[in-house]
């Protein structure tokens, strides 16, 4: 069987700049895997690299065993456009550390959207799921509200729910709840694990490292566009092998 | 004072209704340059933000050419320039060409202000569109244009009000609108000050209303945010 | 294309020396009508802006109608206005100075507003912050407020001479001797209408692409001081 997620030797550099250093990683169904690291350690640009919103520099990615991203012409490899990449990207969750929700739509039409845009759902159908996911993730009462009208929270799980709609294979999340409110963190949390209960393959890039010990399978740890470490939760964390995994650990939680 | 304000009662009841009938051609005209710049506009907008080199070059060539101008010389370029090459479809009257040059240049203006508004998006709410799986034609069409729509309504009033004032511009190629009509009564009456007062008079009661509207709509979005 | 295309060409090149003389001298009219009415402009919206924001109320009132009957109305019926209308009660006034009066007016109400948004920008905190140290409001006014200003209306005040330039075109109507008045008037005389208006469509273009080049840059450098 092949692994849900294949990552080969991405490298990817922004001007002058090498943020990807050669990236291999592979991602078997129903797996969590967080990422942590210091910032600039390029795990963002990683997960963007997933669902090609960054186009690597060099190097695959392989979804189910199929190349994602990428066409052969000439003997070479040619990036897709976003038109092309449209019916790849309908697979992948990303879940953005800003939700980036539809200001102009509420909670219920900005989780129909793309079920009704994308797959090409009939309105009742897809306002039906969306109802069934915004439920799931406990905004049952926040159908018709918009967006500038909810917290923080809220919002995440709205973003959250628009992208369950989609039924996607694999779920990405950039920061989750680094854009919110102390306070706030916990229910999007909530909702994170509950899904990770369910069985999905989730790639969470997170500072949440009490949260990444209890709900991921397998840790890594990123430094300078390089993946320095990896193991479950226990080794990684607990018990880190490497001098930087070990330093960036203790500066953590010395704040 | 008195008899110049007596020179308007005599003649109110053959002026007026003249004028008047100008003053719909002046909206007319108005309506139709609008509609050409606003259709110019939203597609020029759309190639300086897509991804063709090619397009984007020809947007912005488009936009500098045509802001660099004058109105009046396009109007001239096409009315008289195109008009004396000698070939026939290309003999526009004075109204084709006012409507023209009216809307080639609005294209240029609305041009920008819709890809202004476009840009003014945060680029969060694109890579989300994509991200969901929708193509870039899909993620314009029901999230991006929407906002930006919202965002353009006042500069588009306000490029609206100078358009009316730009059709008295048409008067010198002879379209039939407000400001010729007003010269020819001018010239055939002798009183050039009353007619153009009155003509003036007149603008501004066209224009006032799109002035407040503009206004309600600048301090509505400004409220907004 | 008809057989007339290689003709035009020919013809184009032929005259091109020629057309460019007349035009390149009416330019120094065009020029000359444009500064002026910038110079009125930038005066008399200074008053105006001042006068918007007195503290007497019919002052303010007075500003207020003045901007809005000028901004209500083309620029084209002032010009005939001035020109034609005084005229006839009267009062005549030449062609280039009829101009300049009737764009500079028309101006003072777009440059007024220009400079009323430039002094409100600035945020009150700095002035109460000038006055608190001990400034006068005279002094603040020079030192903290009119700086500042100065650099936020400079890109607007730039945008409006290029539009200004442009509008020069209308100066032709009451015989100002600019490029669009010659320009007709070689039309006339040689019925080149083509040839000789393309050439004055790249005289603009010519002079008004420099200008708006230079406002973008003033932005690009305002918002990096920022």
Redesign the interface.
């Known amino acids: 069987m092949d692994p849900l997620l294949r990552i080969v030797d991405l490298h990817k550099r922004f001007g002058e700049t090498e943020v990807l250093c050669g990236i291999d990683l592979e991602v078997p169904r129903t797996q969590k895997v967080a990422i942590i690291g210091p910032s600039g350690s390029g795990k963002t640009t990683l997960l963007r690299c997933v ?1 090609y ?1 960054e186009k690597p520099t060099s190097g695959h990615v392989y979804i189910d065993g199929t190349l994602i991203g990428e066409k052969h012409k000439n003997g070479a490899y040619v990036h897709l ?3 092309e ?10 879940v ?1 550390q ?1 939700f ?5 739509l509420t909670a219920l039409a900005n989780v129909a ?2 079920p009704r ?3 090409g759902l009939g309105l009742q159908e897809a306002e039906a799921r969306a109802r069934e996911m915004l439920t799931k993730v406990g905004l049952g009462h926040k159908f018709d509200a918009f967006p500038e009208r909810l917290s923080g929270g809220q919002q995440q799980r709205v ?1 959250i729910a ?2 369950l709609a ?1 039924q996607p294979k694999l779920m990405l999340f950039d920061e989750a709840t680094s854009a919110l409110d102390p306070e706030l963190i916990g229910e999007v949390l909530r909702v994170i694990r509950q899904l990770a209960e369910e069985g999905r393959t989730m790639i969470m890039v997170t500072h949440e490292i009490q949260f990444a010990t209890e709900v991921a399978d397998r840790v890594i740890f990123m430094d300078g566009g390089r993946i320095v470490e990896e193991g479950p939760p226990d080794a990684v964390i607990r018990n880190p092998s490497q001098a930087r995994t070990r330093a960036f650990l203790t500066r953590l939680s010395e704040r | 004072m008195i008899e110049f304000l007596d020179v308007y009662r005599q003649h109110f009841g053959e002026w007026v209704p003249e004028l008047l009938v100008a003053c719909i051609g002046t909206l007319q005209l108005m309506a139709l340059s609008f509609m050409l710049a606003a259709i110019i506009g939203l597609a020029i907008a759309l190639m300086r933000v897509s991804r063709s080199r090619l397009l984007q070059a020809i947007a912005v060539v488009y936009v500098e050419v045509m802001r660099g101008m004058p109105a009046l010389v396009i109007l001239f370029l096409i009315y008289f320039g195109l008009g004396g090459l000698g070939i026939e479809w290309l003999k526009f009257t004075s109204y084709q060409a006012a409507v023209l040059g009216l809307g080639l240049q609005g294209g240029a203006v609305l041009g920008e202000v819709f890809r202004s508004g476009i840009e003014a998006l945060h680029s969060g709410q694109m890579e989300a569109a994509l991200s969901l799986g929708m193509a870039p034609a899909t993620a314009m069409r029901w999230i991006i244009l929407p906002q930006a729509g919202r965002i353009v309504l006042p500069p588009v009033a306000n490029y609206a009000i100078g358009l009316l004032k730009d059709t008295a511009i048409c008067a010198i190629i002879a379209a039939p609108e407000l400001m010729l009509r007003a010269k020819d009564i001018a010239s055939s009456s002798f009183r050039p000050m009353h007619l153009f007062v009155l003509a003036a008079i007149l603008y501004f009661i066209m224009s006032y209303p799109l002035s407040i509207m503009a206004r309600r709509l600048e301090a509505r979005l400004a409220r907004d945010r | 294309m008809p057989a007339a295309a290689p003709n035009f060409w020919v013809v184009f090149w032929a005259k091109l020396p020629y057309f460019l003389s007349v035009l390149l001298g009416a330019a120094g009219t065009t020029i000359k009508v444009m500064l002026g009415a910038l110079a009125v402009a930038l005066t008399l919206g200074l008053i105006v802006a001042l006068l918007k924001l007195a503290r007497l109320v019919p002052l303010r009132w007075i500003a207020n109608v003045y901007i809005e009957v000028m901004r209500g109305t083309p620029a084209l019926t002032q010009l005939f206005i001035i020109y034609f209308g005084l005229s006839d009660l009267g009062i005549d006034i030449p062609p280039v100075p009829a101009a300049i009066i009737g764009l500079g007016m028309n101006g003072a109400a777009y440059v007024a507003e220009i400079y009323r948004a430039g002094i409100l920008a600035i945020h009150e905190g700095q002035v109460e912050a000038a006055l608190s140290l001990g400034m006068t409001p005279i002094n603040a006014m020079r030192f903290i407020i009119l700086p500042q200003a100065i650099r936020l209306m400079l890109p607007p005040l730039c945008n409006y001479a290029v539009s200004l330039l442009k509008d020069t075109s209308l100066a032709s109507v009451v015989a100002a001797p600019e490029i669009m008045f010659f320009a007709r008037q070689l039309v006339t005389e040689t019925l080149l209408s083509m040839d000789i208006y393309l050439v004055v469509a790249v005289l603009y273009l010519c002079m008004s692409i420099p200008m708006s080049r230079l406002v973008a840059y003033l932005e690009r450098a305002r918002r990096a001081w920022q």
């Open positions: 669902n919103l456009s976003d038109r990449l449209a019916k790849e990207r309908a697979e992948i969750g990303f953005f800003r980036n929700l539809f200001p102009h959207i793309a845009r994308v797959l973003a628009r992208v989609m």
